[in-house]
């Protein structure tokens, strides 16, 4: 058996984002322990993405965790009495109604949490701050003062035994660089999911700040989507390709 | 109705503390909004407790949230194949078997969730760095870097909107001054739980960390323990009483 030297926990939400991060960690030579949540999401369509994407990436260990942010409300996409605002021209004004109150602080606890029982100092988060819709808990300044407060807050880590670093590999890229970087590491991207609201047998709608975010990156990367929408998807072609090296 | 003007988020163990924590609370003129958490405890006697406490202390609100930190395995308090210690001599030296990976972590992200979603920023959790048993998430350090993060995570305070306090009235009290506080504004210390390792019945052990250290608070405080242990409990009365103002 290979013996484990340099785990990481990563956080994989199915989408394209945290599937990239997954496959960077393993270039970085990670052997990659995978945890996906299941928050009270209106759709399951990105939980079953991230558990096909963690078996065909083979990740060491898959952990689903269930929590109910559902029930607190508060956002479009918990709370299925709220609609999800589509076909937004400027997504980079305020923090949408998408956001999940404490989402990412939620999440990096519980991998905190593995990452100490698994005796892993490196936890990976496909946050990005660029094409970021206006989440504030995606950004370097709340990554850095989780890493702070996560060194303090662990046995391992005020032992001495090591510390704890958040890594958030594409946090200052574009999604048409995400893009790029995963196509050329080998990410197959017909397996991610990015949609807020999906129809009924789960294809992506085109239209919500995230298929439009993905549509974009992939019409400036100058790749192909694999995914096939439920409605006909507005034109990002016509944008500047980004330069590719 | 009452107009809920100052809410606060209290996290309610069933424990000694937290019981003290939320009266402290409610004392300082906050709405409560009580939150305990199933997390694969062993026994399920303190969130019986809590619950009563919730009902009984009439909180605004009360939520249990369940998450399973139990399969992560790493604590003698959720993994039942690990002994809880007993009768432990000195138990400042050392983070203890009975540590839960990052627990304080994930209870205070469930608890700033509410808070953003109820519009609340303050959130009370009875830790304790005096009688603290050697949980590197009780200490002073650890809940200043927590709110740091906090500020930084969160729309309501990106927005400007406010900024979260995290409250510990009692982490630098002894656990005699914790009860003698208590006991002075009305704190039915018969409803609180304590034991890491109660009997079948719920009875408390008597031996484990935390009831030598309520035992010994008690004694301290010059009060008797409402609580009916399982078995004999060692003598704590010979200790000297803290003056009393």
Sequence with gaps: MKSLKNKAVVLLSGGLDSTTTLAIAQKEGFDCFAMTFRYGQRHAHEVTSARRIAV????VEYRMVEIDLGDLGGSALTDCTLDVPK?????????????????????????????????????????NATDYSG??????????????????????????????????PIIKLTKAQII????????????????????QTGKPCGHCDSCQLRLKGFAEAG???????????ADFSLNEPVEKN
């Design 56 to 59: 065909a990436m083979q990740v």
């Design 87 to 127: 076909d937004r021209q400027d997504m980079t004004q305020g923090i949408p109604i998408t956001y999940v109150p404490a989402r990412n602080t939620i999440f990096l606890s519980h991998a905190l949490a593995w990452a100490e029982v698994l005796g892993a100092w490196d936890i990976y988060i496909g946050v």
């Design 135 to 168: 989440y504030p808990d995606c950004r370097p300044e709340y990554i850095k003062a989780f890493e702070t407060m996560a060194n303090l807050a662990t046995a391992a880590a005020v032992r001495g035994q090591g510390r704890y670093t958040i890594h958030t």
């Design 180 to 199: 790029q970087q995963g196509t050329q590491i080998g990410v197959d991207y017909s397996l991610t999911h990015s949609c807020y609201d999906p129809n």
């Design 223 to 233: 790749l192909k989507d694999p995914l096939e929408y439920a409605e006909e998807t």
